[in-house]
Nanobody
Framework: VQLVESGGGLVQAGGSLRLSCTASGSTFSYSMGWYRQPPGKQRELVAR????????NYADSVKGRFTISRDNAETTLYLQMSNLEPEDTAVYYC??????????WGKGTLVIVSS
């Protein structure tokens, strides 16, 4: 599966952005998620959603501010980010995981939140 992220950019603190991830190619997705890698830090989970959309989980740092969703008809994953903070500055990556644990990654999209 090929994953392409979009929607990153520069935004002021308190603002909003919506990231999109379009999937193509064969996929047996069990779950999809968003991860991020802040400058000089390791990649971390932001949010994850099961293929049927029935279960989601979020990093504590984004709960109440970010919402993950997916449109299976369009094979697109979204991350609505609100009330952004400078600490949210990172490269955001889309992830697809099969039920066998095989991971696919996009190339990432950069989000910069200015104070």
């Amino acid at each position: 599966v090929q994953l392409v992220e979009s929607g990153g950019g520069l935004v002021q603190a308190g603002g909003s952005l919506r990231l999109s991830c379009t999937a193509s190619g064969s996929t047996f997705s069990y779950s999809m998620g968003w991860y991020r890698q802040p400058p000089g830090k390791q990649r971390e989970l932001v949010a994850r959603i099961l293929s049927d959309g029935g279960y989601t989980n979020y990093a504590d740092s984004v709960k109440g501010r970010f919402t993950i969703s997916r449109d299976n008809a369009e094979t697109t994953l979204y991350l609505q980010m609100s009330n952004l903070e400078p600490e949210d500055t990172a490269v955001y990556y889309c992830n697809d995981r099969t039920k066998y644990g095989m991971n696919s990654w996009g190339k990432g999209t950069l989000v910069i939140v200015s104070s």
